[in-house]
T-cell receptor, first 113, second 113 residues
Framework: GAGVSQSPSNKVTEKGKDVELRCDPI?????LYWYRQSLGQGLEFLIY????????KSGLPSDRFSAERTGGSVSTLTIQRTQQEDSAVYLC???????????FGDGTRLSIL | GDSVTQMEGPVTLSEEAFLTINCTYTATGYPSLFWYVQYPGEGLQLLLKATKADDKGSNKGFEATYRKETTSFHLEKGSVQVSDSAVYFC????????????FGGGTRVLVKP
């Protein structure tokens, strides 16, 4: 069956450029989460969306980071004016409701030159 | 804030050895507890979970018991295989906080034949 799909799987870009990372959750899942996995910080929460509620942005590290979820399905994480410390694997997860376990995608490996 | 502490690796074992990975937590509310596993080259997968005190989660021969009195959720397996080589993450969620995952730092386990 279809799992959480993320694209691209790898992204290399120059410092200062903007990047967009995409997440297609499992169909019917109302909750969607973004996490970041980096060598220095481990796995950390960034943002989550639940249905039509306002997103919880408490984990976003700076105002260069933003995310949206259109139509309650696909989500895009945008990083503006990328910095080298943004290099990490960005993981998306979805769950049927916030009470259910989260299912993770394979991630996008972002490298900032 | 909420946090998870797990033993640092790497842990190197021989096949059929007993595995224990210690995990302790601090939480502002009543957490649900999880173990996730990341096999080489693959994404994060839920291994097992427990949602209330004294619950035991189990899967693929792994077990962990939710111990509220010691705020622990140690992972155990009686006889490991080479295929159990992976990175294991202990994590918690708090429903009132949207069930966003707070992860430990991960423990790399290497099982040698």
């Amino acid at each position: 069956g279809a799992g959480v799909s993320q694209s691209p799987s790898n992204k290399v870009t120059e410092k200062g450029k903007d990047v967009e990372l995409r997440c297609d959750p499992i169909s019917g899942h109302t909750a969607l989460y973004w996490y970041r996995q980096s060598l220095g910080q481990g796995l950390e929460f960034l943002i989550y969306f639940q249905g039509n509620s306002a997103p919880d942005k408490s984990g976003l590290p700076s105002d260069r980071f933003s995310a949206e979820r259109t139509g309650g399905s696909v989500s895009t994480l945008t990083i503006q004016r990328t910095q080298q410390e943004d290099s990490a694997v960005y993981l998306c997860a979805s769950s049927l409701t916030i009470d259910q376990p989260q299912h993770f995608g394979d991630g996008t490996r972002l490298s900032i030159l | 804030g909420d946090s998870v502490t797990q033993m640092e690796g790497p842990v190197t074992l021989s096949e059929e050895a007993f595995l224990t990975i210690n995990c302790t937590y601090t939480a502002t509310g009543y957490p649900s507890l999880f173990w996730y596993v990341q096999y080489p080259g693959e994404g994060l997968q839920l291994l097992l979970k427990a949602t209330k005190a004294d619950d035991k989660g189990s899967n693929k021969g792994f077990e962990a018991t939710y111990r509220k009195e010691t705020t622990s959720f140690h992972l155990e397996k009686g006889s490991v295989q080479v295929s159990d080589s992976a990175v294991y993450f202990c994590a918690l969620t708090i429903k009132a906080a949207g069930n966003k995952l707070t992860f430990g730092g991960g423990t790399r386990v290497l099982v040698k034949p």
